[in-house]
């Protein structure tokens, strides 16, 4: 079997004895079991692997051998998680096994494993590998007929969209974790009324509500990963806010596509759930409207139209200074199944590598906006306010069209399915600073 299946590691009466993992609001009770690096707060030493467990991570380098063994020790043991993305599902799975005997309740090793255990209060979360590659996808429908909608109010979608999981090539180098500080770009944009461009700060900073996909098993160039294979690839989710200008984007992409307007910050989550923990929130793929084409051949595959979607319910929220001053807990602006999505993860690999290109271990995808169907499940400030043109209310007593400085905008997500233990992703906050003097 290629794919993560459901198994011993999610049963649902299983606890730990870390108290705080079987709290059942936690993110990260023993069924999750995300990796990510840190570092203990003003040790100013290299990053190490961890795991999070209720309100506290695994250090992964002292109980390297325990784990995996001596052959595969030195994976745990790096600053990055590259090394261990660089194997395959079999290793993965072998080593979830390991962590869940581990830190079961009742488990013999507790008294060896309980000093490598560190309070996330105390710890700083770092980039868990530094991607080679992004590419954003686009592969929300409604994001996509809405966002449209706003260009093309009478054709919204383009002629490819049902044929082509859309996506470009972002900037990896820019890509960074929660607690961001996001400078408000400077750039090229018309204003209001005008028709020349001026350069100056984006008047239209948005977000978008994604997911991020960290690939594993690096394949060979000039050798296409065939879609019944390709969620081998897969190694674990996160979530990823896209920061877009929205002003530098319109005047900048045709012909080529966003530059500028997306190049300057990514924002996401520290901890990777991996593909093994999101086994009981497989779903179908999205069915498909009658009417609509079927797959191309080589982004065909039963399997993956039975089984390769995921459901994961993405939240995107926002605080402004004042409410943050005031004591306010943030408002949510949408929340979005990634169920929905008309592209499977496995489709996104196939086509991303059929033309040759290959995979690195610790490529990272963005699903694209995240959009559902009605108007609080929208996943960017575009399609909430309507291009800009229709403000909504804070509690603070302002209103927003797009982001001002101070405004923090925070991601979350949860996997929630009858029968199964609920996990989460933890946090995935940037705030916006001014633009720097131009
Ligand atoms: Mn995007």
Same mark, same amino acid.
């Given at each position: 079997?290629?794919?993560?299946?459901?198994?011993?590691t999610?049963?649902?009466?299983?606890?730990?004895?870390?108290?705080?993992?079987?709290?059942?609001? $936690?993110?990260?009770?023993? *069924?999750?079991?995300p990796?990510?690096?840190?570092?203990r707060? =003003?040790?100013?030493?290299? =990053? /190490?692997?961890?795991?999070?467990?209720?309100?506290?991570?695994?250090?992964?380098? &002292?109980?390297?051998?325990?784990?995996?063994?001596?052959?595969?020790a030195a994976?745990?043991?790096?600053?990055?998680?590259? @090394?261990?993305?660089?194997r395959?599902? /079999? !290793?993965?799975?072998?080593?979830?096994?390991?962590?869940?005997?581990?830190?079961?309740?009742?488990?013999?090793? *507790?008294?060896?494993?309980?000093?490598?255990?560190?309070?996330?209060?105390?710890?700083?979360?770092?980039?868990?590998?530094?991607?080679?590659?992004?590419?954003?996808?686009?592969?929300?429908?409604?994001?996509?007929?809405?966002?449209?909608?706003?260009?093309?109010?009478?054709?919204?979608?383009?002629p490819?969209?049902?044929?082509?999981p859309?996506?470009?090539?972002?900037?990896?180098? $820019?890509?960074?974790?929660?607690?961001?500080?996001?400078?408000?770009?400077?750039?090229?944009?018309?204003?209001?009324?005008?028709?020349?461009?001026?350069?100056?700060?984006?008047? /239209?900073?948005d977000y978008?509500m994604?997911?991020?996909?960290?690939?594993?098993?690096?394949?060979?160039?000039?050798?296409?990963?065939?879609?019944?294979?390709?969620?081998r690839?897969?190694?674990?989710?996160c979530?990823?806010n896209?920061?877009?200008?929205?002003?530098? *984007?319109?005047?900048?992409?045709?012909?080529?596509?966003?530059f500028?307007?997306?190049?300057?910050?990514?924002t996401?989550?520290?901890?990777?759930?991996?593909?093994?923990? !999101?086994?009981?929130?497989?779903?179908?793929?999205?069915?498909?409207?009658?009417?609509?084409?079927?797959?191309?051949?080589? !982004?065909? #595959?039963?399997? #993956?139209?039975? +089984?390769?979607?995921?459901?994961?319910?993405?939240?995107?929220?926002?605080? $402004?200074?004042?409410?943050?001053?005031?004591g306010?807990?943030?408002?949510?602006?949408?929340? +979005?199944?990634?169920a929905g999505?008309?592209?499977?993860?496995a489709?996104?690999? +196939?086509?991303?590598?059929?033309?040759?290109?290959?995979?690195?271990? &610790? #490529?990272?995808? =963005?699903?694209?906006?995240?959009?559902?169907?009605?108007?609080?499940?929208?996943?960017?400030?575009?399609?909430?306010?309507?291009?800009?043109?229709? @403000?909504?209310?804070?509690?603070?007593?302002?209103?927003?069209?797009?982001?001002e400085?101070? #405004?923090?905008?925070?991601?979350?997500?949860?996997?929630?399915?009858?029968?199964?233990?609920?996990?989460?992703?933890?946090?995935?906050?940037? $705030?916006? !600073?001014p633009?720097?003097?131009?």
């Amino acid at each position: 079997m290629s794919d993560s299946q459901i198994d011993e590691t999610h049963a649902p009466d299983r606890r730990s004895w870390i108290g705080s993992a079987n709290d059942p609001l $936690t993110d990260f009770p023993i *069924q999750n079991l995300p990796f990510g690096v840190f570092r203990r707060r =003003g040790s100013g030493a290299s =990053g /190490r692997i961890g795991v999070a467990i209720g309100d506290r991570i695994l250090d992964l380098a &002292g109980l390297a051998d325990r784990l995996a063994g001596e052959a595969d020790a030195a994976l745990l043991a790096a600053p990055s998680l590259a @090394p261990l993305m660089g194997r395959e599902p /079999r !290793l993965w799975r072998a080593l979830r096994k390991a962590l869940v005997r581990a830190l079961e309740a009742g488990s013999p090793q *507790q008294g060896a494993v309980e000093p490598h255990l560190v309070a996330m209060s105390e710890a700083d979360m770092l980039l868990p590998v530094r991607p080679g590659g992004f590419v954003d996808f686009f592969a929300s429908l409604q994001h996509a007929t809405n966002a449209g909608r706003l260009f093309r109010p009478t054709a919204p979608l383009l002629p490819n969209y049902k044929y082509v999981p859309i996506g470009y090539n972002g900037r990896a180098s $820019t890509i960074g974790i929660d607690g961001a500080e996001i400078r408000r770009p400077n750039g090229q944009r018309l204003l209001p009324g005008g028709s020349e461009p001026a350069f100056g700060p984006s008047l /239209r900073l948005d977000y978008e509500m994604e997911l991020g996909i960290f690939l594993g098993g690096a394949s060979a160039t000039g050798e296409p990963v065939p879609i019944g294979g390709a969620w081998r690839h897969v190694f674990g989710f996160c979530l990823l806010n896209d920061w877009s200008a929205r002003d530098i *984007q319109a005047w900048e992409y045709q012909p080529l596509g966003p530059f500028l307007g997306k190049s300057f910050a990514t924002t996401i989550s520290p901890w990777i759930v991996t593909a093994e923990a !999101l086994a009981p929130f497989r779903t179908a793929a999205c069915a498909r409207s009658d009417g609509d084409p079927a797959p191309l051949p080589y !982004l065909a #595959d039963p399997r #993956d139209q039975r +089984a390769g979607g995921v459901d994961i319910a993405v939240s995107a929220w926002l605080r $402004t200074a004042a409410m943050t001053a005031a004591g306010m807990p943030a408002l949510r602006l949408g929340t +979005a199944s990634s169920a929905g999505l008309y592209w499977t993860p496995a489709q996104m690999v +196939a086509h991303q590598t059929s033309n040759g290109c290959n995979l690195e271990a &610790g #490529d990272l995808y =963005g699903t694209g906006t995240i959009s559902g169907d009605g108007a609080t499940a929208l996943g960017s400030l575009l399609e909430i306010t309507r291009g800009g043109s229709a @403000p909504f209310a804070l509690p603070d007593g302002t209103s927003r069209t797009f982001l001002e400085d101070g #405004d923090e905008l925070s991601m979350t997500a949860r996997c929630d399915r009858p029968g199964f233990v609920p996990i989460g992703f933890g946090a995935c906050r940037g $705030t916006v !600073l001014p633009a720097p003097a131009g």
